[in-house]
């Protein structure tokens, strides 16, 4: 028998109380006892992310003259690049249509030969709450929009538990705008390809929180790795409070995940005043 879903069971919760309080939100102490003696359940989640860091606001380190033979490593996504496509100045100044309109017509890696669609983003452009993944997945890049597909389903169940419609009040984006062969994690240098778009995204939405979807966000925009260390701890980009947490397709591979993935979603909740506490 298929265990209940921890976001499936918390966006039950807010709509019995929405149906008797006429739209208003909240939840009772009975109803929190009630859901977290359900939901609480034991188990670890394996770490199954690891790469080397390469933040997308800082600019990698030259590498010291060595004695030693060492193994080649992936080159650094330079912090400074800018597109090819209007230059950096153009890119520095546009809106988010213009910025969206250089995406479309992006060829600066391998990765617009395969591609369908370029996928930008979606959702308020004046979102508080903005999440980041890593990139687009064969839905997604058959529909031009991030996260349409099975993670994308359980991405909007997560939004809807943390009380945000995911339509109207966040916004949603990708390290890459492209998918990668296979759904594999982008390459650093395509990485380093979209990184620039992605940033100027972040200025012109400039939220007060981000989420980080999985490792491939968290060692771009962070440069840190380990995912299962670094979830649940708050961290900084530009002035902008970053909470990394699991991507939603690893939570759909492992259950038990989502526990953990919840107690991060809701630190987030704590900044905007929607407080889930625990009885």
Known sequence: MKEPDIFDDMIEVLRRQSETTGGRVYVSPEVRKTFWAASARPGNVADVHSAAPAPMNKTAPTPQPSTKPVAPSPAPVPSTAAPAVGGAAKLNGCSLDELQALVHDCRNCGLCEGRTHTVFGAGNPHAELMFIGEGPGRDEDLQGEPFVGAAGQLLT???TAMQFDRATEVYIANIVKC??????????????????????????????????????????????TSITRERGHWDEYRGIRVMPTY?????????????????????VMKVFGKVYRRR
């Open 157 to 159: 169940r997560m939004i």
């Open 179 to 224: 998918r990668p062969p296979g759904n594999r994690n982008p390459e650093p240098d395509e990485a380093g390809a979209c990184l620039p778009y992605l940033r100027r995204q972040i200025e012109l939405i400039h939220p007060k929180v981000i989420v980080l979807l999985g490792a491939v966000p968290l060692k771009y925009v962070l440069g840190k």
């Open 247 to 267: 991507h939603p397709a690893y939570l759909l591979r492992y259950e038990a995940g989502k526990k953990e993935a919840w107690a991060d979603l809701q630190e």
